[in-house]
């Protein structure tokens, strides 16, 4: 089940980064209150935690650091997206224990204990949350992006249609 998740997960944001690698820069680095202050400041956090997240689900197998998530350009964004995609597909081929514990220095003193299972949730919550926001911010813009929600993404690869009545 968590398979369908992740790959909504990959597809949502890669519909966001496709509508918006025809913008203008202006429009993508431009200041928003109530997102992560800009369009592409937001795709840089949604990829750069993704990725984190990955690192440590995966024990490092997959994931990776980024030093600094702000200099990601719109297309390192895009190929971090990429990666961090193809993670997500290992790492559940591989399997996951949704118990396992898995602990993580935060920086500050405290480390924070968290399953699997609640780290995976997080992972997808975060996803869409953001994407909520990017998508929420092309409105007000003036350049909504198409549907990208579950509905949207189970009819593109054929996993739930609408049925008239006959």
């Known amino acids: 089940m968590l398979r ?3 790959r909504h997960h990959a597809w949502a944001t890669r519909q966001l980064l496709d509508h918006c690698a025809s913008l203008p820069p202006e429009l993508l680095e431009r200041r928003i209150d109530g997102i992560y202050g800009s369009i592409l400041n937001t795709f840089r956090h949604i990829v750069d935690a993704d990725a984190s ?3 440590r ?3 490092g197998e997959h994931g990776e650091m980024v030093d600094d998530h702000q200099a990601l350009s719109f297309d390192d964004v895009v ?3 990429e990666r961090n995609a193809e993670g997500w597909e290992a790492l559940l081929d591989r399997g996951v224990d949704p118990e396992d514990d898995i602990a993580h220095d ?3 003193g405290e ?3 968290a399953t699997v299972g609640v ?3 997080q992972a997808l919550h975060h996803g869409s949350d953001h994407r909520s926001q990017i998508g929420t911010a092309l409105t007000v813009l003036g ?3 198409d549907e990208f929600d579950v509905w949207a993404w189970g009819g593109s690869v054929g996993l739930c249609r609408d049925v008239a009545p006959s």
């Open 53 to 55: 997240y990955l690192l």
């Open 119 to 121: 780290r995976l949730a």
């Open 143 to 145: 350049a909504p992006a």
């Open 79 to 81: 190929a971090l997206h």
């Open 4 to 6: 369908e998740g992740f």
């Open 106 to 108: 935060r920086g500050n």
């Open 111 to 113: 480390t924070r204990h």
């Open 57 to 59: 689900i995966s024990g």
